[in-house]
T-cell receptor
Framework: TQLLEQSPQFLSIQEGENLTVYCNSSSVFSSLQWYRQEPGEGPVLLVTVVTGGEVKKLKRLTFQFGDARKDSSLHITAAQPGDTGLYLCAGGDDKIIFGKGTRLHILP | DSGVTQTPKHLITATGQRVTLRCSPRSGDLSVYWYQQSLDQGLQFLIQYYNGEERAKGNILERFSAQQFPDLHSELNLSSLELGDSALYFC?????????????FGPGTRLTVT
């Protein structure tokens, strides 16, 4: 059974700081996706990583897919209050699974 | 606005009852996914339909069923409801059924079973 574990579960930091959250598995994934979910809304896709070692940038967000395609990280530079939300990683071939997420709170 | 609509937004019902949640996918999307989100379990994939046919099944209970109609809207039926079924239910749609295709999520239906 494929599982995705996200860490940390909660993170509260000051505006302007950098942070990294992780998505780990013991299984190999053909691709992984990162979503952000705000309270009362559905998740919104941020990025899909496909190739082992791949790095994708989305403004201040940098996503990396591990060389072995078992893990991924999301690094945020100079965090802003608008980055607050639940960050979810997801993957799977025929059945999509989501990690439980990292709840990020950026303090102004 | 993702373009995916879900009704109703909120639903309060009693144990043992049956409810139907409705989802209209984005225009042009053929695939519909249903998810359940609770605080302790996170976002759980229930079932996927592609162009009217069941494509993949996740952790969907036997008390739950779904279908996708010819106009591509989908319904999730929950029966013999239990307190533990209280959760947010999301529908998502994508152009195709492949995992690389972006899923667009609806705003969800909050189900409360009392």
């Amino acid at each position: 059974t494929q599982l995705l574990e996200q860490s940390p579960q909660f993170l509260s930091i000051q505006e302007g700081e950098n942070l990294t959250v992780y998505c780990n598995s013991s299984s190999v994934f053909s691709s992984l996706q990162w979503y952000r979910q705000e309270p009362g809304e559905g998740p919104v896709l941020l990025v899909t990583v496909v190739t082992g070692g791949e790095v994708k940038k989305l403004k201040r967000l940098t996503f990396q897919f591990g060389d072995a395609r078992k893990d991924s990280s999301l690094h945020i530079t100079a965090a802003q209050p608008g980055d607050t939300g639940l960050y979810l990683c997801a993957g799977g071939d025929d059945k999509i699974i989501f990690g439980k997420g990292t709840r990020l709170h950026i303090l102004p | 606005d993702s373009g995916v609509t879900q009704t109703p937004k909120h639903l309060i019902t009693a144990t043992g009852q049956r409810v139907t949640l409705r989802c209209s996918p984005r225009s042009g999307d053929l695939s519909v996914y249903w998810y359940q989100q609770s605080l302790d379990q996170g976002l759980q994939f229930l079932i996927q339909y592609y162009n009217g046919e069941e494509r993949a099944k996740g952790n969907i209970l036997e008390r739950f069923s779904a279908q996708q109609f010819p106009d591509l809207h989908s319904e999730l039926n929950l029966s013999s409801l239990e307190l533990g079924d209280s959760a947010l239910y999301f529908c998502a749609s994508s152009v195709d059924g492949g995992q690389l295709y972006e899923q667009y999520f609806g705003p969800g239906t909050r189900l409360t079973v009392t």
